[in-house]
């Protein structure tokens, strides 16, 4: 497996596509994280502190807040992909960024649906953009419009089709013409594509794309066998030495922050949230309720370490890890102790969060743990983040997986501990 499948898994990972969408996507990380402050702030799983700020009048202004930045991610998602694509192809990005998110405008609705009157009492449509396709379920739409444009926009000025302005003139100016053939080309083709789908199927792209692949991957995603896949894969791909929260959220995460985005809008909107007509499977529940403390759900067996264990190199390396471990990051202890490449400690580091996230996606599918719409940056510690995500039963939960941690590791510990322990002896 680690000869043949990773080495190809690597290179999907590390092709221009994904490449873009990966790194494309943190350029609304900014956004999400303030919207989501704002959120939180008339949002808080806390009754009495969501009236306090009810009452201060400030919660239309907070909501706007929000709506004008979380709410607008798919739109930062197209621009972040196509200039993310051209900058690593060598060519003037930001004319890219700006030809993706224009793209990306012709495939969504140019109106709001509703009854609508004039002054006069007549109905009308109003238009504009409509907020419903600027987040999550336009990502999808977002992500291709971002890839097509990028590549197409490379593609075209590798080919050296371009206006080129004599020498002298301000590079701005410049740049804006160099751009002008491929706007010309992509914007064009994206009007026929409008046209096409308006015609045939009486629906815009965006919404084609959300009927036809976004819902499905979602669906098939936002399931147990999806939570499943997903508790294995990252502590795998880390087993190896890869970085496995970044490889399959590479691929994983755009389906799981539109579900988070789609969940927060039904939120703002004062829908109540249930496992029929909302997501379980979210970016939030992930980093909340399984790379909690770290890939492989680690604490625990750092617990273990700290306190427990008898041998010099574990009870170092556990107190080298126990900060950043309360923080999220656990790279002390994946290459400390070391789990990378250990058989000893394989099956725990896959056990552990796999059962725990397949735990958390039927607790929740049940009704019994909250479905989260909210976001914390994943560096906040458990408990804290369970807390604010789920308000007590999400952080009682996230104390019982820290529970399960410590037990899920101590048997394979113990014979780490003691091989340790031996070696000491041996070497004095």
């Known amino acids: 497996m680690q000869n043949v499948i990773l080495p190809n898994f690597m290179k999907f990972v590390n092709t221009r596509g994904v490449r873009a969408i990966k790194d494309g996507m943190m350029f609304s990380m900014p956004a999400i994280m303030v919207g989501a402050v704002y959120l939180l702030l008339f949002q808080l799983p806390v009754e009495s502190i969501a009236n306090f700020v009810t009452s201060l009048g400030v919660v239309p202004y907070l909501a706007h807040g929000y709506t004008s930045t979380f709410q607008v991610t798919a739109v930062i998602t197209a621009i972040g992909i196509g200039y993310t694509w051209a900058k690593n192809d060598g060519w003037e990005p930001l004319s890219a960024g700006i030809i993706s998110l224009c793209t990306f405008l012709i495939l969504i609705p140019d109106y709001v649906a509703g009854d609508y009157f004039d002054a006069e009492g007549a109905a009308t449509v109003v238009s504009g953009l409509n907020k419903t396709w600027l987040a999550g379920q336009g990502m999808v739409a977002a992500i291709i419009a971002g890839l097509l444009s990028g590549l197409i926009y490379s593609f075209i000025l590798s080919k050296d089709i371009t206006i080129k302005m004599p020498d002298g003139v301000p590079d701005g100016v410049a740049a804006a013409f160099t751009g002008l053939i491929p706007a010309a080309i992509i914007f064009t083709g994206a009007v026929i594509v ?172 049940w009704g019994i743990l909250p479905i989260t719409y909210l976001t914390v940056p994943w560096t906040t510690p458990p408990i804290i983040s369970g807390f604010l995500l789920g308000g007590p039963m999400m952080a009682l939960w996230q104390v019982i997986e820290i529970v399960w941690s410590f037990f899920g590791y101590l048997p394979f510990a113990r014979s780490v501990d003691a091989d340790y322990v031996a070696a000491q002896e041996a070497e004095a």
Request: proline residues 6%.
């Open 194 to 365: 409008y046209h096409i789908c308006d015609a045939v199927a009486g629906a815009t792209p965006v919404e084609l794309i959300y009927q036809f692949l976004q819902a499905p991957l979602s669906g098939l995603t936002d399931s147990l066998g999806g939570a499943i896949a997903y508790g294995i894969l990252v502590p795998l791909f880390w087993w190896f030495g890869v970085h496995g929260a970044t490889v399959v959220g590479s691929v994983m995460s755009p389906i799981t922050q539109a579900n988070l985005l789609e969940n927060s809008a039904m939120a703002i909107a004062g829908e109540t949230l249930t496992p029929a007509n909302a997501h379980i499977l979210t970016e939030s529940l992930v980093s909340a309720t399984m790379t909690v403390t770290g890939s492989g759900m680690t604490l625990g067996l750092v617990i273990y370490m700290v306190f427990f264990a008898k041998s010099a190199q574990m009870k170092q390396v556990g107190k080298l890890g126990l900060g950043s471990g309360i923080f999220n990051i656990n790279e002390p202890i994946l290459f400390g102790t070391p789990i990378v490449m250990n058989p000893k400690l394989l099956v725990p580091f896959i056990l552990v969060p796999t059962v725990a996230f397949a735990a958390t996606y039927l607790l929740s599918s």
